[in-house]
């Protein structure tokens, strides 16, 4: 539970990551680290191919070529139990919450204390009523995903991929899709998840408001340059960025070609 | 989580007694997801034939620890390890605290359980039934939906979507003639085969011929066929139209003032009520072809054969085949689209929508051909 120091080593190193699909080079030369207990976030417009990136860095793509380590172990290559251990270390929330529609939330939510734990089935249901109650849906526990909004199928999403007290949570766009008011929740959440429990957060997102709520760190991707174009605080980056496409993402400004177009 | 690890730290349990009924529980370690199991199985067996008044647990050497490990000491300070006696608990770290603390309390588990409490079976049925007649209502407001978007297209030929009616058509009608082929020339082949011998010992053995005609003219062609056609293509225009249905396609459709019904309906049905027939067609010949195989490996000459099953047929058995085929056809896409239609949410709902078509689709098929039955041998067809 120790706050983000810049002296600890961190808790994932990416290195030279090329990723792409076929022939297609999706982003090249990547080099960044996220540091324990923070909140990074990724950052690039439509298309520019941060959800390959996180796919790559939860391995369910492989990359091209280069190395994503998780305290010094490389999922790219890692295999057998080494991998599982590895997998157990992390939680992901998938853009769509991705529960299992065939169980109620807190049936989702002890899936993997059912698979990985020797607890009674009455602390492993304690266990998930607990995590339901962390994000705020301890009264919604017996329900179904079908009959959940948005906003909660993604905080139910959250309360899954905590089950096994990960060290890591990766989000996929938590506040795509949701109002203001149900994303400034969420926002709150991911920040006091992280301050109380030290969790250390990677969250795609294009959101801006988002980024500057929960955001200790970012980087941004460029789908024209395909590699890192950006990596700071994210007020430093809106402030002092030289670059004109951050700029233009922090300031919000259409881009001049395709206004050029629209008129 | 599943492999143990000979050096990752363990949990110790020490139980202390102190005066008679009283007792200090001391937990040391690491109290987290490979410990718990462990550590719980560990006190159950300390605790066990004691009884005390008084338990305190000290956590002040607890030096790691997560949820899975915080219920352990959940349970302690709510009684579960020692019935009617609440632990009380000291020393723990502030950051173990903080997870203790995202614990529900009791009565907040309990009162999500209520909520959750099932319905009395007679509302279940009550609603169960209510639900059948809804079930029929929706299937009369589909057919005269149907009814008056075939006639729209009657009127105004361009609404028909050539395309979309080919494409269809090419789907559901020219790629299953491989499989309807292959189906109908086995069955002829094994009908003509486990008939010989029985026929056979009357001398009967060319009447193969005229009976192979009659049963894949009148009933095993169309019935078939039409059961292929359900599997095929009833199910794929229900996955078709449900997935477009989950995905707000219909709505959208309706938003823009284009009815569904009219749009994607209208031509799988008519090209499931043109393709029918002509598969059966196709599988009527097939089968006969493998009837006239075995009978021809039998000894006998075409010309032969040909005569006895031109004897056994007529016309008539013909169109009555076709016919049915006809009606096979309409129904089967046309509950296909009603399912596809009446597609509800959730992951499963495509599925079960295919399996809806699927199983409705043959149990009518052969409701039909039993109607049919009937009214051949009232008016002997």
Known sequence: ?263 | MVHPVEDRPQAEVALKELAPGSAVLALSGALDVHTAAATRREISTQLAGKSFQVVEVDASRIQHGDASGMVILYELVHGRFTPGVQATLRGLRPELEKLLGAFPKPEDVQAAEHLAARKPIAVEVGMATLGLGRDFLEVVAFLGRLSIALAGVVRRPRWLRVTELARVFEKAGANALFIVSLISLLTGLIIAFEAAQPLKQFGAQIYIANMIGLVMVRELGPIMTAIVFAGRSGSAFAAELGTMKVNEELDALKTMGLDPTRFLVVQRVLAGTVAMPLLTAYSMAMGILGGVIVTKLMGFPLSLIWRQLTAALGLKDILFGIIKAVVFGTVVSGLGCYHGMHTRQGPSAVGDSATRAVVSGILLIIVIDAIFSVFAFALDI
Request: aromatic share 6%.
């Open chain 1, 1 to 263: 539970m120790s706050s983000p120091t810049e002296k600890q080593p961190p808790i994932i190193a990416v290195e030279d990551l090329t990723i792409g699909y076929g022939e297609r080079v999706v982003q090249k030369d990547l080099n960044f680290q996220v540091r324990r207990g923070e909140v990074f976030v990724i950052l690039g417009g439509s298309g520019s191919g941060k959800s390959s990136l996180l796919k790559c860095m939860i391995g369910l793509v492989a990359p091209v070529s280069g190395k994503i380590l998780f305290d010094g172990v490389d999922i790219v290559t890692a295999e057998g139990a080494e991998r599982l251990k590895l997998l157990n270390k992390f939680g992901v929330m998938y853009q769509s919450g991705a529960l299992f529609g065939s169980m109620s939330l807190v049936e989702n939510a002890r899936l993997p204390l059912d698979e990985f734990t020797r607890l009674d089935l009455h602390e492993r249901e304690l266990v998930a009523l607990t995590k339901l109650n962390q994000v705020g849906l301890l009264e919604a526990a017996r329900r179904m995903p079908s009959e959940l909004s948005g906003g909660m199928q993604k905080r139910a999403g959250i309360a899954r991929a905590m089950a096994l007290d990960p060290a890591i949570l990766f989000l996929d766009e938590p506040s795509a899709g949701l109002d203001p008011i149900t994303s400034a929740g969420l926002d709150r959440l991911i920040r006091s998840l992280s301050r109380d429990f030290g969790i250390t957060f990677v969250v795609v997102t294009h959101e801006l408001q988002s980024i500057f709520a929960i955001a200790d760190r970012c980087i941004m991707v460029d789908a024209e340059r395909k590699t890192l174009i950006a990596e700071g605080k994210p007020a430093e980056l809106r402030d002092h960025s030289e670059d004109p496409v951050v700029r233009q993402f922090f300031r919000r400004e259409a881009d001049p070609e395709q206004e050029r177009k629209t008129g």
